[in-house]
């Protein structure tokens, strides 16, 4: 049981804001006190608190693989090869894998990212799917962050890309509705990395697979080089693909949507997929930018993601949150702040199906943040909530709970050293 006590503002959701204290009993939002005298209690004065940011698009293997020559502002096309052959180097395994994802949760945690889901795409041959995994989710629990792995694929055998999912959904969720453990810490969804990658018996066998285990599916749609290759290939929009295929549909999140006609979103929204946007991956890749603001104006529900270490260098989503309100007016309509950050809260928790996370309800999950607002930073800022986004880049929490549990206290991990993190990853890239 926690309090937090004098916030300066508490952002409960979209519509609703207030100040004063929050109660956290059993892992979720109460609305009072608990009677019982055995809680703990933080002073939050000066802070603004939020939800916990849910980062909607993610590859943690890439926390590996940042700033490698060869990957900046280069055609996608060379930076596939280049990155491709780093793991190859390094050798993709349960320990790299346990590495990279422990940097990458803890870079999370530490900028206000409670969720994370995590797609990954790089499965060499014989590689140990359920291992991978598996350490990739362990190394988010010790450090008190909850993923959501989507098993993914990227040009791999379609049979064996679907039966890894299934073997990998039995092992780590096995009976669990919707792919989520009964502690919520753990979610399992598949999704191929998108038709400029993957076969149309991909994407159907992997539809066999979600529809089977009421998992979730993701992919990646319309980034310059999905709607190149799909042009080239097909003949046809990568959109009008995924339609055929069977997957516009409510169960699917699609990430990126850079280039989408008019029409086309008339036809997302149709459809009732959501959508995560990734600004931090798509404008230096020179993918453009998703119309946003025309997406959730048809009604479509967006979410924000970081991508991965490849094509975005940081893992912080609320510097992401800011990319995104900036460059907002370039794709025509720009964002408010408060809208942006229901990007990174619960537009990101609807896209994975977790209507318990992203907002600070009565009955939520206990995700909180708290943002200290008291510094020169922040200084002369007349909306402190819009000075969240506005102010202060790279603006990092003072404490993150998970859960009702204190996972970040005074800007530092709890359960985990983050100087052993560092070098635990640095000591495999040198061997």
């Known amino acids: 049981m926690l309090t937090l006590t004098g916030a300066h503002r508490i952002v409960v959701d979209a519509a609703t804001e207030r100040e004063g204290d929050l109660h956290l009993v059993g892992g979720s939002v109460a609305t009072s006190a608990p009677e019982e005298r055995a809680v703990e209690t933080l002073d939050v004065s000066g802070c603004v608190v939020t939800p916990g940011l849910v980062n909607a698009h993610h590859h943690l293997l890439q926390s590996a ?34 590495l990279a994802a422990s940097v990458g949760v803890a870079e999370g945690l530490l900028s206000g990212v409670t969720t994370v889901a995590d797609h990954h795409l790089t499965w060499p041959a014989g590689a140990d799917y359920v291992g991978i995994a598996r350490a990739t989710a362990e190394a988010a629990s010790s450090l008190g962050g909850r993923v959501a792995f989507v098993r993914g694929s990227a040009r791999d055998d379609p049979e064996s890309a679907a039966e890894s999912a299934a073997a990998i959904i039995e092992a780590m969720v096995p009976g669990a509705a919707g792919g989520v453990s009964k502690d919520g810490m753990l979610q399992v969804a598949v999704g191929p990395a998108g038709v400029h990658s993957d076969s149309e018996q991909t994407f159907r066998l992997i539809s066999e697979v979600a529809a089977r285990y009421g998992v979730r599916r993701r992919t990646q749609a319309n980034e310059q080089v999905d709607v190149a290759i799909a042009a080239e290939r097909y003949g046809r929009r990568p959109l009008d693909l995924l339609e055929e295929w069977g997957w516009l549909a409510p169960d699917v999140t699609l990430a990126h949507l850079c280039g989408v006609t008019e029409a086309e979103i008339a036809r997302l929204a149709e459809a009732g997929i959501t959508a995560t946007h990734a600004p931090g991956c798509d404008l230096p890749m020179g993918w453009g930018v998703a119309p946003v603001g025309a997406l959730l104006d048809a009604g479509i529900t967006v979410g924000l993601g970081t991508s991965g270490g490849g094509s975005n260098d940081a893992g912080h989503l609320l510097a992401d949150a800011r990319l995104a309100m900036q460059v907002s ?22 896209g994975l199906g977790r209507s318990e996370l992203g907002h600070l309800r009565p009955g939520a999950a206990a995700d909180v943040c708290v943002w200290d607002v008291s510094g020169v930073a922040d200084a002369g800022v ?50």
């Open 65 to 98: 693989f940042r700033t490698l020559p060869g990957t900046r502002g280069v055609p996608m096309a060379q930076w596939l090869q280049v990155m491709a052959a780093a793991y190859a180097a390094r050798g993709i395994d349960p320990e790299l894998a346990h």
């Open 329 to 350: 007016p370039l794709a025509g309509r720009g964002l408010t702040a408060r809208e942006t950050l229901r990007l990174a809260t619960e537009g990101s928790a609807t």
């Open 382 to 431: 007349a909306d402190p909530v819009a000075g969240l986004l506005w102010a202060s880049p790279g603006r990092r929490p003072r404490h993150v709970i998970v859960g009702g549990r204190v996972v970040v206290r005074d800007y530092a991990l709890v359960s985990g050293d983050e100087r052993q993190i560092v070098e635990a990853l640095a000591r495999r890239l040198a061997a």
